[in-house]
Each structure stands twice: as C-alpha cells, then as structure tokens.
C-alpha cells in the first residue's frame, strides 16, 4: 500500500460488476420528498434560541437574530441568485492559488481548501474538533466567495432529505445553468466499502454513472490533487506525491446514488437529532456507525456518497467537488438544530481526542485547541470555543 498508515482508509477494489443502462431506459423524474422531521426541529431550535438570546445577551456584541445573517437551502434560491452562486465559485477556480509549497499541485484558491483537507484530514474527522473545524472550514469558504469573488449572498445548504426519492434529476444535479452539474457518465467502477478491509459492513454498489462530468456549469471543471483514499474508483492516475499533494489533472467524475441518500432520510436525520443527547453519540451516528461495526452510514458518510466519484468519493479530496460545500453547511445545519435544542448544554460541550479514532493514541481535545485553515485564514485561526455557536467568535448566522 502507498499508505501504509492509513488503517481502514484505502481503497478496496472488487469483482463486483456493473452493467452500462441501457439506451432505452426512460428518463428519471425528480420528486423531492418531505422533510417534515427535520424542518420541524428546526422551527423548534429557532424558538429555544430566541429564548435563549432573551437571557444570555451580551450588550457588546452586534450580532442578534436580526443582524444575523441566513443561509437558506439551495432550491429556494432564485435563477439570479443561484446563478451569482456558481459564479463566485467558478471565480474562486480561475484565482491563482496561495498555497505555494505547502502543496504544489494547487492551481486555484479553490484548490486551497482541498489542499487544507488534505493536509487536515486525520486530525478533523472522529475527532473532538469534526464540527467546529467544518463550521469554520465552511465559513472561510464562504467568506473567500464573498471577498474575493464579491459574491453577495452566502454558502447555501442542501437538505439531503429531499434526495431520499431520488438523486438524478434534482435541480442541483440537472445539469442545467443552474445546477452543480450533473453525474457522470457511464464508465465501470467498482463496489465502495465501508470501512475499506475485511471489517467491512457496509457496501455501495456501483450506479450509473462513475464518469465524467459532461454538463452543466462545471462540466470542464479540472481536479488537481490526489487520489488519496480514493474509493470506487481504481482507474485514476496516482499523484505524484505520496501525500496526494502534487498536480495531477483531470475530470470531475460522479456517480450519483439513490441507494446512499437514503442513508441521510428525513427520518434519519430527526433520530440522529432526537435521539443521541450527549456530543459522542451525536458526532458518532452522524459520521457512521460502520466504523464499530454497525452497518449504518451516518448522514455524513451518506450525504458524501451519494455523489461520490472523483473527488468526492476521496475522504481526503471531497472538497474539490462544489457538492461538498452545500453538504457541509447541512452538517453543519444539523449540528446547529441538535444545540439549539438544549443550548445551555450543548454550547459548551466536546468530546473526542485530536487523532482519527485515536489512532494514534493522543489526548483529549479542548475548547482551548486551535482550529486552523493555513493559507485559507492567514494562518490566525480560532479556538474551539469561538466557534461552539454561530452567534459568537467570528460567525453570526443562523440557518432558515
């Protein structure tokens, strides 16, 4: 293995195979299904928030719910809106990247963000910081697109519930001028498993696409970094460097999945809300129960795999695809919903130590560790601690 430390994180490849559609299937029909459950919590957190902003004000802060600003779900943008979206993001790509030597392979400042993941990746996730680190990962995006890109709105969210009839054909993956782009074509990939070895208890099998990316507004859209872990697909010429941080262009290839977005079903993401009330249980059911030995994606893994492919299938390089952003401010979403429901507790709690599973063995985070994006912060970042709420630190948004 080229990464031999990277216990239950390479690819598998099978036997398994997978015939090309065939040219007469009929088209699908996009039905977005309810999210009843989760809209719900939702109204109910914002209740107790406002509640709790009557008690807990602070006379020298500016940010309250009026000034705060809203990120709002994809499909409630307008054409205009959705189109200013994807300009900023297509400008981020066209801007030279900072990243220098830290990671040569970077040509974009959207590279940027990959290359921070990449360097990050097993230290932010099945750790103490995995929500807070992505909050903020997040908002630096955001705000790049903002002063950089002068894009004038905000990062928005895609509620995976709404995927749970279907993938291929919503407005996001259309393929329109409007969209994300679409899936790939067909090319032969290979069964995903979860966690990648013997101790695998969950599979993904191969959809219909696995190749590039041929519509839509990024459909000559070049990945740079990696493969690092990439999963699914065996084909893809290896980086130059080992640690996926060297120039290694190419397409953008998906392969969306009906089968994963049910793992992040509306009534998947009310239990994942309802019923874990301390931060493990909830950080630990939301990025998958495979990982014990449970055969249950966790919306995070779900709402990774349902677009999969190239990068997106790559737990270090999911952000060169735009659909992590939109995913992760839905993470970061549902966090916000869980702590608005028990805000007195949960604005202040953490749990994990600051290795991937402890592996290996480290310390207990703390709300006093630095989260920290590199270039993408000018090398400032923040604490823990000011970035528990969306009210306080550097944030003031909230989610509608």
């Not at 293995?1 to 009929?26: I, K, Q």
């Not at 679409?182 to 696995?210: C, F, M, W």
């Not at 993401?269 to 966790?298: A, H, K, V, W």
Request: hydrophobic share 30%.
């Amino acid at each position: 293995m080229r990464f031999s430390y990277l216990v239950g994180l390479l690819p598998v490849t099978s036997s398994a195979s997978h015939n090309e559609p065939a040219e007469c299937d009929p088209p699908h029909e996009w039905v977005p299904a309810p999210t009843n459950g989760t809209d719900h919590l939702a109204r109910q957190g914002m209740q107790k928030l406002e509640a709790y902003l009557q008690t807990h004000s602070n006379s020298n802060s500016t940010c309250t719910l009026e000034t705060a600003y809203r990120r709002k779900e994809w499909d409630t943008f307008s054409r205009p809106q959705k189109l200013d979206y994807i300009h900023a993001v297509k400008c981020l790509q066209s801007k030279p990247g900072l990243s220098g030597d830290l990671a040569p392979g970077v040509r974009s400042r959207f590279d940027d963000f990959v290359a921070t993941h990449v360097n990050q990746t097993l230290s932010i996730h099945s750790t103490g910081n995995f929500l807070t680190w992505h909050r903020y990962f997040v908002y630096t995006y955001e705000k790049a697109l903002r002063e950089e890109c002068g894009y004038q709105g905000y990062q928005p969210f895609a509620n995976w519930g709404r995927y749970q009839n279907g993938v291929i054909g919503a407005p996001i993956f259309d393929g329109s001028e409007t969209s994300i782009s679409g899936n790939g074509v067909y090319r032969k990939h290979e069964t995903v498993y979860l966690p990648p070895g013997n101790a695998s208890v969950i599979t993904i099998d191969p959809q219909e696409g696995g190749g590039c990316v041929t519509d839509g507004p990024f459909q000559n859209m070049t990945v740079t970094l990696g493969p690092v872990g990439l999963l699914g697909i065996n084909d893809t010429t290896p980086n130059p460097r080992l640690d996926g941080l060297g120039y290694n262009p190419r397409c953008l290839r998906r392969d969306l999945s009906i089968e994963t977005a049910q793992g992040a079903s509306d009534a998947n993401i009310t239990s994942l809300i309802t019923e874990n009330n301390d931060i493990l249980s909830f950080q630990n059911d939301m990025q998958g129960l495979f990982t014990f030995g449970i055969p249950r994606y966790g919306v995070h893994t779900a709402g990774h795999y349902m677009v999969s492919g190239d990068p997106g299938g790559d737990f270090f390089t999911s952000p060169g695809d735009p659909w992590f952003w939109f995913h992760h401010a839905q993470i970061d979403r549902v966090y916000w919903i869980w702590q608005n429901l028990d805000l007195e507790t949960r604005l202040k709690t953490i749990a994990g130590t600051i290795t991937f599973m402890n592996q290996p063995p480290s310390r207990n985070a703390t709300v006093e560790d630095i989260l920290q994006l590199g270039v993408n912060d000018g090398f400032e970042g923040i604490k823990i601690k000011d970035a528990l709420s969306t009210m306080k630190g550097p944030f003031c948004y909230i989610y509608e």
